[in-house]
């Protein structure tokens, strides 16, 4: 069976900014409308599934999501930045100040 683009491994090596600061990238999967914004668990090793009340309207699940990840992982909204996905449930999301194991580690 085919793998499609969204469930292929994620690039391991990590890059650092013009600030010195790491960047950590990591996968989730977004289900805007939801009851609760949550963190529903795992779907294989590398995506992470994300349950959020917003509706996926005028970008305001996207915005939901940088903030409850914000929130989640300690970091301001600001050092998060949607890489890949904005229009799709499936993300590439990048974090500014931690590597992909210190991400793994929440």
Not at 54 to 67: H, K, V
Request: glycine fraction near 8%; proline fraction near 4%.
């Amino acid at each position: 069976a085919k793998r499609s683009k969204a469930d292929r491994p994620i690039r391991r090596a990590r890059r650092q900014t013009a600030d010195s600061s790491a960047v950590g990238c990591f996968r989730v999967r977004i289900q805007p409308g939801a009851s609760s914004d949550r963190l529903a668990g795992k779907e294989g090793d590398e995506v992470w599934k994300i349950t959020l009340r917003a509706r996926a309207i005028e970008g305001r699940a996207n915005t939901a999501c940088l903030r409850f990840l914000g929130k989640l992982l300690g970091r301001p909204p600001s050092a998060l930045r949607i890489v890949r996905g904005e229009r799709s449930r499936r993300k590439l999301i990048e974090v500014a100040g931690l590597t992909r194991d210190q991400v793994e580690a929440y």
